[in-house]
């Protein structure tokens, strides 16, 4: 994968507020997860993701992805930081790439990277975790990975809502917001129409698609809405 293919991954992208939007967090969580935190019990904790953001504050493409992925281990069990924190450097060692929770092995490293310990003190949270081979990936984190469509083994474009439905997130197209696949119309054009007063019907006839395409954009629209 050249300098050049890579760009389109990795330049800057999205706020904080957008990306904690795109992966259903707050977007105090996602500053954690770049930049670190302090607390008066624990001092200083580390970021999360260790490449750091460009001026602060954006993310590339890449980094949405992982943070998407990051987000789903933290609903499993309601994992803590520290949890998911070993489980990202459990993958970084095994797969010894920068973005390991936006590679395409990350499934295939099954409980290589977690697994579920149950009658520990740690009440059946996650856990890094290199042993059995048994243990496979909470099946939240295996849902996003069929989402992805992955090119040179890295995250290319993702289908928040399944691939059976027409939404996309791709950084080569309208600058990473969601759009309709194929149609390079966004998301949020259609939440607007909608919101302006537009019907549905209208809509749908006016963009040539099917109602039900509509509704769904709408749905998902509102989820992501500021």
Known sequence: M??????????????FVEAARLANVSTTTVKNWFLGYSTKAKGAVPPLFPGGVA??????????METVVAARFRM???????????AYRNAAEILKVEYPFAHLKLESLGGHIIARLEGEDIGGSLQAFDNPAQWSLPGLIIDT?????YEDELAA???PL???????????ISSGIPTIKGRGISVNAVFKRWRAGNKIGFIAEDLEMEADVVETVLQYGDGIAA
Do not use: C
Request: glycine letters at 6%; charged letters at 25%; aromatic letters at 12%.
């Open 2 to 15: 050249t300098a050049i293919a890579d760009k389109w991954r990795t330049q800057p992208m999205y706020s």
């Open 162 to 172: 399944g691939k059976e439905y027409p939404i996309v997130i791709d950084p080569r």
């Open 145 to 149: 990975i069929l989402q992805v469509e």
């Open 55 to 64: 001026g602060g504050s954006m993310l590339s493409y890449l980094q949405l």
């Open 157 to 159: 474009k993702w289908f």
């Open 76 to 86: 499993v069990d309601n994992a803590r930081y520290r949890d998911v924190h070993a």
